[in-house]
């Protein structure tokens, strides 16, 4: 079992700044994969960036040169660092860990994050 919480949400205006956060209940070296998704209102449940075992890292093309995935192991916490933000950015950001285990993989989920890019 992996427990996620996520923190750092919030208000925002457009081109501004936001960190968010996403602490694990376990090491993030035993987790194969964590990542950010989000979902705004009326729409479905999408990638935002991921990062794999071994630090390779993945972005939706909406977000890239914007925002900045990254694992802190000392704290066992991921982050999601976003910048020049933009109204489109507005959701509920929600934290997701994968772990392979034997037969299969299991997937754990955070409670999520508001954000809110308005001016």
């Known amino acids: 079992q992996v427990q996620l919480v996520e923190s750092g949400g919030g208000l925002v205006q457009p081109g501004g700044s936001l960190r968010l956060s996403c602490a694990a209940s376990?090491?993030?070296?035993?987790?194969?994969?964590m990542g950010w998704y989000r979902q705004a209102p009326g729409k479905g449940r999408e990638l935002v960036a991921s990062i794999i075992t071994g630090g390779r890292t993945n972005y939706a093309d909406s977000v890239k040169g914007r925002f900045t995935i990254s694992r802190d192991s000392a704290n066992d916490t991921m982050y999601l660092q976003m910048n020049m933000m933009k109204p489109d950015d507005t959701a509920v950001y929600l934290c997701n860990a994968k772990v392979v285990a034997t037969g299969g993989s299991l997937e754990f989920w955070g409670q999520g994050t508001l954000v809110t890019v308005s001016s």
């Open positions: 376990r090491s993030i070296f035993s987790i194969n994969a």
